[in-house]
């Protein structure tokens, strides 16, 4: 198999952004790109909680980390806009609270109020929509702002400051965008995003270390967005098939009631010529359920 056919099979969640933050030292990074005041976290202060996903129906987010046992930050990276990442991010969370407490085995029926770090929840958004929202609820999306027993907010990220790592994350997506516009999903698209980032000093040194596990990163998600869309073009044809198919039976059960109707009545004209009483022609049209006029 050549280079550029190369496909390798990865977690559908598996991406850049994913790979990029499993080292803490990126994660130190983004950290101190959402909160500019915190210059004193280091990478000890930092434990990775990225919901795993074990099992195919298990469920598993981009990005979650604990900073010094206070703070519980998910982040997810996303280039299709939805305000579903509202209902994902309490998902994830609730789930990253449920595995935080089984292992601090905290009691939840206790009395003692419990001490959980607090939670922030982030997007990445990198796709062409624009959007100017820089936070959205869950009251104001879905229940037009009513208070509810419940609220959520997530704040959404779509820049940031020049050269910090969200900023440069940001960027190597668009110059991705970019090339696939000018070259298609192809390996010299992949490969002219790395230089220009190298260039650049975009995400340089993750490139570098990581340039063979980006090709494959990229390989497999032009493989898995081929696939959802053979899928659905199966699934279509298949739509358009079954339409056909029933279209056909539908017009088979016609003809054959119609025939059937036709025979009937063709009986009971010849049932009044032989002088057959009113009675008995009565009784056939019952038993045949047709009625006579």
Same mark, same amino acid.
């Not at 930050?73 to 609730?94: F, H, K, P």
């Not at 959404?156 to 965008?177: A, K």
């Not at 570098?208 to 990163?217: G, L, T």
């Not at 898995?224 to 088979?252: H, N, S």
């Given at each position: 198999?050549?280079?550029?056919?190369?496909?390798?099979?990865?977690?559908?969640?598996?991406?850049?952004?994913?790979?990029?933050?499993?080292?803490?030292?990126?994660?130190?990074?983004?950290?101190?790109?959402?909160?500019?005041?915190?210059?004193? $976290?280091?990478?000890?202060?930092?434990?990775?909680?990225?919901?795993?996903?074990?099992?195919?129906?298990?469920?598993?987010?981009?990005?979650?980390?604990?900073? +010094?046992?206070?703070?519980?930050?998910?982040?997810?990276?996303?280039?299709?806009?939805?305000?579903?990442?509202?209902?994902?991010?309490?998902?994830?969370?609730?789930?990253?609270?449920?595995?935080?407490?089984?292992?601090?085995?905290?009691?939840?029926?206790?009395?003692?109020?419990?001490?959980?770090?607090?939670?922030?929840?982030? $997007?990445?958004?990198?796709?062409?929509?624009?959007?100017?929202?820089?936070?959205?609820?869950?009251?104001?999306?879905?229940?037009?702002?009513?208070?509810?027993?419940?609220? $959520?907010?997530?704040? *959404?990220?779509?820049?940031?400051?020049?050269?910090?790592?969200?900023?440069?994350? *940001?960027?190597?997506?668009?110059?991705?965008?970019?090339?696939?516009?000018?070259?298609?999903?192809?390996?010299?698209?992949? +490969?002219?995003?790395?230089?220009?980032?190298?260039?650049?000093?975009?995400?340089?040194?993750?490139?570098?270390?990581?340039?063979?596990?980006?090709?494959?990163?990229?390989?497999?998600?032009?493989?898995?967005?081929?696939?959802?869309?053979?899928?659905?073009?199966?699934?279509?044809?298949?739509?358009?098939?079954?339409?056909?198919?029933?279209?056909?039976?539908?017009?088979?059960?016609?003809?054959?009631?119609?025939?059937?109707?036709?025979?009937? +009545?063709?009986?009971?004209?010849?049932?009044?010529?032989?002088?057959?009483?009113?009675?008995?022609?009565?009784? $056939?049209?019952?038993?045949?359920?047709?009625?006579?006029?």
């Amino acid at each position: 198999m050549s280079t550029d056919k190369k496909i390798v099979k990865r977690n559908v969640k598996d991406s850049v952004f994913t790979s990029l933050f499993q080292d803490t030292k990126y994660i130190v990074e983004l950290y101190k790109a959402l909160h500019p005041e915190a210059d004193y $976290v280091t990478e000890d202060m930092i434990e990775i909680v990225t919901l795993k996903n074990i099992l195919t129906d298990s469920l598993y987010n981009d990005l979650g980390f604990m900073m +010094d046992k206070r703070l519980i930050v998910l982040v997810e990276a996303q280039s299709t806009w939805t305000v579903n990442i509202i209902i994902r991010g309490l998902m994830y969370l609730v789930q990253t609270y449920q595995d935080y407490i089984e292992k601090e085995e905290l009691n939840i029926y206790s009395s003692k109020k419990l001490e959980i770090p607090k939670p922030e929840l982030y $997007v990445i958004y990198t796709g062409d929509k624009k959007v100017e929202e820089k936070e959205i609820s869950l009251s104001e999306e879905y229940f037009s702002g009513e208070k509810t027993a419940l609220d $959520v907010r997530v704040k *959404v990220i779509t820049e940031s400051r020049e050269g910090d790592i969200i900023n440069q994350y *940001v960027m190597f997506t668009h110059i991705l965008n970019d090339r696939v516009k000018e070259y298609g999903r192809t390996k010299k698209a992949i +490969d002219e995003t790395i230089k220009i980032c190298k260039d650049r000093n975009i995400l340089k040194e993750y490139l570098s270390n990581h340039e063979s596990e980006v090709h494959d990163i990229m390989f497999s998600l032009y493989d898995d967005e081929q696939i959802q869309k053979a899928m659905m073009r199966d699934a279509r044809k298949e739509g358009r098939m079954e339409g056909r198919m029933e279209g056909i039976k539908e017009g088979e059960m016609r003809g054959r009631t119609e025939g059937r109707m036709e025979g009937i +009545d063709a009986m009971i004209a010849n049932m009044r010529k032989a002088g057959i009483s009113d009675e008995m022609i009565q009784n $056939v049209a019952n038993m045949t359920q047709r009625p006579i006029s």
